[in-house]
């Protein structure tokens, strides 16, 4: 995997970084925020936070907006500051069985370009990566724009991964073993990586990026093919001793007639997943769950959250039952956890039906006994939003930026002091 690498003579102290890694988070999370604003946020000096904005100005990835009257105050006017979308931009990449999909997008997570990709087989996992990495390159060459500003690969993967590493670790429902996949794909695109299970992604995209306020410990249910989660705690991905802390598919939930991946019947899989909603409409010729037929699933559970069948078809009431069985689910993993929120992801979300079950049990069996019932909350952020995010978050928003790899833009800065 690159690394961004810094010439010694110019390495700035880590709190420097720190200090401007919050300042880019202060300015992604919302626009139009003046250095005064900054300063008193921050607990930083004035001083500082014009350095720090002058450097981010200078290379371009902000940019100065508009000019603001001070209310009842004589003198200078303010001018406020933004993330520049045009100054930065990285690549988004999910790998998953419903198919291959990656985006380029600028320093607002905004794509401007984005493909789906078909492979031969999707259990070959050199293949893959290699097809992937051709379609990365395809598509920056598309783009026009300065790729030495393009500052990384965000990759969201139906597996379990190291992301330090951007190794994958084990993608059981892809049929993948142990691989370099951070290292492959960046040694074909020349870009670093960051590599997260998908749940993962979505997790940290949604406390970054969505509308809702959660800052405490949120649990996150990826409902899908089948029934993968995600834990963070203030803020932080808990990973666990396997990588797949937050997993929730095979919690027993009672007996079943199907028999999940990993042989037992009783997992919460074979009860609440969109697996067991297509085997129990006997849309499978299997009652046992088998790997290689993970993108037959995909493409079937798609086809039937297409139509959003309501509760008064077959196919609505199954999803209403299998929502009910997550909802029943959920109230273990809060009791455990304790969470502040639980957000339901993934394509399940997406069924009316599975959502209105969902929400039934768990306004019927939530637990009591925590003095506040964890929200449940309907995630709103696509697993390709939460691939880019990723990258913006480790190559932008991080003390990792890298701002000497910039060169600064032609246009001219006009530094403006706070007042
Ligand atoms: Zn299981």
Redesign the pocket.
């Known amino acids: 995997m690159v690394i961004n690498t810094i010439s010694q003579t110019k390495i700035p102290s880590d709190l420097r970084r720190v200090h401007r890694s919050l300042v880019m988070r202060r300015l992604f999370s919302s626009e139009n925020v003046s250095r005064a604003e900054l300063a008193e946020e921050s607990n930083l000096s004035a001083m500082a936070i014009t350095r720090i904005v002058r450097e981010l100005l200078e290379v371009g990835l902000i940019e100065e907006i508009g000019k603001r009257d001070r209310k009842g105050a004589p003198g200078r006017r303010r001018t406020n500051l933004q993330i520049n979308s045009s100054g930065s931009f990285v690549v988004g990449l999910v790998i998953s069985a419903f198919g291959h999909e990656v985006a380029l997008m600028d320093a607002n997570g905004m794509p401007l370009l984005n493909r789906r990709i078909s492979f031969d087989n999707i259990l070959n996992a050199e293949q893959t990566i290699d097809s992937a990495s051709d379609v990365i390159i395809d598509l920056i060459n598309q783009a026009h724009i300065d790729t030495g500003r393009i500052l990384g690969i965000g990759i969201a993967i139906a597996g379990f991964v190291q992301s330090s590493t951007g190794n994958l670790l084990r993608a059981p429902y892809l049929g993948w073993h142990e691989i370099e996949l951070g290292r492959h794909i960046s040694a074909r695109t020349g870009l670093p990586v960051i590599a997260e299970n998908i749940a993962d992604a979505i997790n940290l995209a949604e406390q970054a990026t969505a509308k809702h306020d959660i800052n405490g410990d949120l649990f996150l249910v990826h409902a899908s093919v089948t029934c993968g989660g995600s834990f963070t705690h203030q803020g932080s991905l808990v990973r666990g001793a396997n990588h797949s802390a937050g997993y929730i ?2 919690l027993p939930a009672g007996p079943s007639q199907l028999i ?5 019947s009783d ?4 009860h609440a997943s969109g697996w067991s909603v297509l085997a129990n409409l006997a849309l499978l010729d299997s009652h046992t769950f088998r790997t290689d037929r993970i993108e037959m699933y995909a493409d079937t559970l798609t086809a039937l959250l297409a139509k959003n069948p309501d509760t008064t078809t077959p196919e609505g009431k199954e999803l209403y039952k299998a929502g009910i069985q997550l909802g029943r689910g959920l109230r273990n993993v809060a009791l455990i956890i304790d969470p502040e929120a639980i957000v339901l992801a993934g394509k399940m979300a997406n069924s009316t039906a599975y959502v209105a079950g969902c929400r039934s049990a768990w306004h019927e069996t939530s637990p009591r006994q925590l003095q506040k019932v964890p929200e449940l909350i309907i995630g709103a952020t696509a697993s390709l939003t939460a691939a880019g995010f990723l990258a913006l978050d480790k190559f932008l928003l991080s003390p990792g930026l890298n701002i000497d790899a910039l060169h600064s833009p032609e246009s001219t800065i006009n530094e403006v002091q706070i007042t």
Request: charged share 0%.
């Open positions: 598919g095979h999940c991946s990993c042989g037992a997992c919460l899989n074979a």
